[in-house]
């Protein structure tokens, strides 16, 4: 789904930032944790759409584990776009800071 | 995190199975002949359920269908001696034998079934829910 690349390479501006700002491993390691739970998501987004798929196109797929998955991606995004919003919000705080 | 979510998938799955099962023995209510054509009454089936540890986490599994059976009943006897399946010969003649499924139990087993799904969504309703809630705190 296009949202997550969208979302995946600001988050990968966001660790780039972190780690020029400060060159120590601990923010690498959240970037990593990041992505890793982006990847996730977006796993668990495809994951529903071949359920979806497969219930559509007649597939032996059960109604209740496609609409599971389905909610699971729509839970798992949601999640990630709050974290998102609260870096975000994180980074222009920052940002407005006068030198 | 998504546990409860799959271990009431799972169940939903499950009890949709034995739904199956009972509109089968509904729908075969009066069937005589097997699925070889042989004039053998139908057998009602059953599901037997297993706990998945498979689902869900380490000690909260989910529930699968272990296997469907079929049931050893006496058929019911009814005479019509002019049913190509009726019995020939012995003290039976002129009887057809029917398959021995109550309607009232497969009917009472079936709003079960459909009340074990519905509750089951509500427990989905309330892990969603949750979760909805839980990213309050960072909102």
């Known amino acids: 789904m296009d949202p997550i690349y969208g979302v995946n390479f600001s988050a990968g501006e966001l660790g780039r930032v972190a780690s020029t700002g400060a060159s120590t491993t601990p923010s690498r390691s959240f970037q990593d944790f990041l992505l890793d739970s982006i990847r996730q998501v977006n796993a668990m987004q495809q994951e529903a759409d071949q359920a979806v798929e497969q219930l559509m196109t007649g597939g032996q797929t059960d109604p209740a584990e496609v609409l599971t998955a389905v909610q699971k991606a729509d839970l798992a995004f949601r999640m990630m776009m709050q974290i998102r919003n609260k870096l975000l919000q994180a980074f222009q705080e920052i940002q407005n800071i006068r030198i | ?139």
């Open chain 2, 1 to 139: 995190m998504w546990n409860s979510l799959d271990v009431s998938t799972s169940a939903l799955v499950a009890q949709r199975i034995r739904l199956h099962a009972i509109t089968s023995n509904l729908a075969n209510i009066s069937t005589t002949h097997n699925e070889e054509g042989e004039p053998t009454p139908y057998q009602p089936r059953f599901v037997i359920f297993q706990t998945a540890e498979e689902i869900g986490s380490p000690g909260t599994p989910g529930v699968r269908v272990a296997s469907v059976e079929e049931e050893q009943k006496e058929p019911l006897w009814k005479y019509q001696p002019g049913h190509p399946d009726a019995v020939r010969e012995g003290p039976m003649t002129g009887y057809v034998a029917y398959p021995n499924i109550n309607m009232m139990t497969e009917m009472t087993d079936a709003l079960e079934a459909a009340r074990a799904y519905e509750a089951n969504l509500g427990a989905i309703e309330i892990a969603k829910d949750l979760q909805h809630q839980t990213l309050r705190i960072i909102a």
